[in-house]
């Protein structure tokens, strides 16, 4: 008897992110017809990266589309740490401020450890802090890191079942791949965290129900490396001869994967929308203090 065949859903990760996006412009239009200031979040570069410098102007972008306001803090690749960390510092103090976003990477001779731990947990809404990592692997309240927090959301939204889940997540950074295994284990999955020393990648890939790739090494998960139904999430970009590619053979999951992620329009708009969405829960728990 043949199974009946599996049709493909490409998630539209703008059209969610644009949804959410709208409710949460709908909640800071609430506060400002109450009369609260706007949500605001700070934005620090350090050094002329022009990738860093397209990320910041486009979430600056995204805050002003949903009324959040934003200021920039540009300083040149000579800054020392210490300058920014004085700079972390009064932006924390500063009670105008609701969430402080560093662009990473930094330039060499500041350790983005220091600047990270040196944000207030609270104003941390890319989640990357040490104390909001340590509350996620303690089941605690925190912000959640944004891109995985928006994986999430796109698994919720598509209702992919998560409870007693194998999921599967390749890649280990603190950035996306240890969160988001978290986040699936703390949603009842069983987790296993590949990296570039697991053995029989493939073969551990093909028992998943749920596969995240958060690698930047280009297409490398295949066809043959999925399970019959599978949810498969492409958080990595990659440039190939000036195009931007995703971890995943996406075309090569037509007929397998229940649902894929495209390389565009897939997690890329919620991460951004995390973040708004993350600093306007600062600002709210910041209006309650
Ligand atoms: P990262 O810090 O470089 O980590 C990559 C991970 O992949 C590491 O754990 C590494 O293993 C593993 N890996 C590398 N080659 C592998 C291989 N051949 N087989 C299995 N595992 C392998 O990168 P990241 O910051 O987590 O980002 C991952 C990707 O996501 C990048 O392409 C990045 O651009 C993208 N990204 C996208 C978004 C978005 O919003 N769409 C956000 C963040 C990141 P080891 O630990 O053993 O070295």
């Known amino acids: 008897m043949s199974s009946s065949p599996i049709e493909t859903v490409i998630v539209d990760g703008l059209a969610l992110a644009n949804e959410i996006r709208d409710d949460l412009a709908q909640r800071i239009k609430a506060h400002r017809e109450a009369g609260r200031r706007a949500p605001c979040l700070a934005v620090v570069l350090v050094g002329d990266d022009p ?25 040149p690749a000579s800054t020392g740490e210490k300058e920014l960390l004085d700079l972390v510092d009064g932006r924390n103090r500063d009670p105008g401020i609701d969430g402080i976003l560093v662009q990473l990477p930094l330039p060499e001779g500041v350790r983005a450890n220091a600047v990270t731990e040196a944000l207030s947990p609270e104003k941390d809404v890319d989640g990357l802090s040490p ?38 997540v390749i890649g280990r950074s603190a950035l996306v791949g240890k969160p988001v295994s978290l986040l699936l284990q703390q949603a009842n999955a069983t987790v296993t965290m590949c990296h570039s020393r697991t053995a029989d990648l493939p073969g551990t890939c093909r028992e998943a129900d749920v596969l995240v790739a958060a690698v930047g090494v280009p297409r490398l998960v295949q066809r043959d490396w999925v399970k019959p139904g599978a949810a498969v999430i492409d958080v990595g970009v990659s440039q190939v001869e000036g195009k931007l590619v995703g971890d995943v053979d996406t075309e090569g999951m037509q007929g397998v994967a229940r649902i894929v992620t495209p390389h565009r329009r897939g997690v890329g708009p919620m991460t951004v929308t995390m973040l708004l969405s993350n ?11």
């Open 51 to 75: 990738a860093s410098a397209s990320y910041i102007k486009g979430k600056q972008r995204a805050c002003a589309r949903i009324g959040m306001d934003s200021v920039e803090h540009r300083h």
């Open 131 to 168: 104390v909001n990592q340590g509350r996620l692997l303690l089941g605690e309240p925190s912000h959640r890191a944004c891109t995985p927090l928006g994986v999430m959301k796109i698994l919720e939204r598509y209702a992919i079942p998560l409870e007693g889940a194998r999921a599967v």
């Open 279 to 289: 600093t306007l829960d600062a600002y709210e728990a910041h209006l309650g203090e």
